[in-house]
């Protein structure tokens, strides 16, 4: 059984920054390609980033050039550095664990956090 916890999330303006990090316990964190998600309220949990045990990374279009997300299988961490944020990605923003090589949807994730909240204002 592997736990997730995220921290980092807060509120900021538009164009800011913020860095996500999500640490794990309980397994073996470098077995598994990491995930982070986020929903909207009202809007269905979509994908945003993840990586792959070797580093491979995939993102939604919508995120690319401004996030990007890293592990370090020594400290069992995962983080998602965003940069310039918009009112857009306003979310709760989930970290998530894979026994896949690399998933880009919900349902290939065994292992979810609790999440963290990012509010970016205009």
């Known amino acids: 059984q592997v736990q997730l916890v995220e921290s980092g999330g807060g509120s900021v303006q538009a164009g800011g920054s913020l860095r996500l990090s999500c640490a794990a316990s309980?397994?073996?964190?470098?077995?598994?390609?990491m995930g982070w998600f986020r929903q909207a309220p009202g809007k269905e949990r979509e994908f945003v980033a993840c990586?792959?045990?070797?580093?491979?990374?995939r993102y939604t279009d919508s995120v690319k050039g401004r996030f990007a997300i890293s592990r370090d299988n020594a400290k069992n961490t995962v983080s998602l550095q965003m940069n310039s944020l918009k009112p857009e990605d306003t979310a709760v923003y989930y970290c998530?664990?894979?026994?896949?090589?690399?998933?880009?949807?919900?349902?290939?994730?065994?292992?979810w956090g609790q999440g963290t909240q990012v509010t970016v204002s205009s």
């Open positions: 309980g397994g073996t964190f470098s077995s598994y390609a």
């Open positions: 998530a664990a894979s026994r896949l090589y690399v998933a880009t949807s919900g349902n290939g994730y065994n292992y």
């Open positions: 990586i792959s045990t070797v580093g491979t990374t």
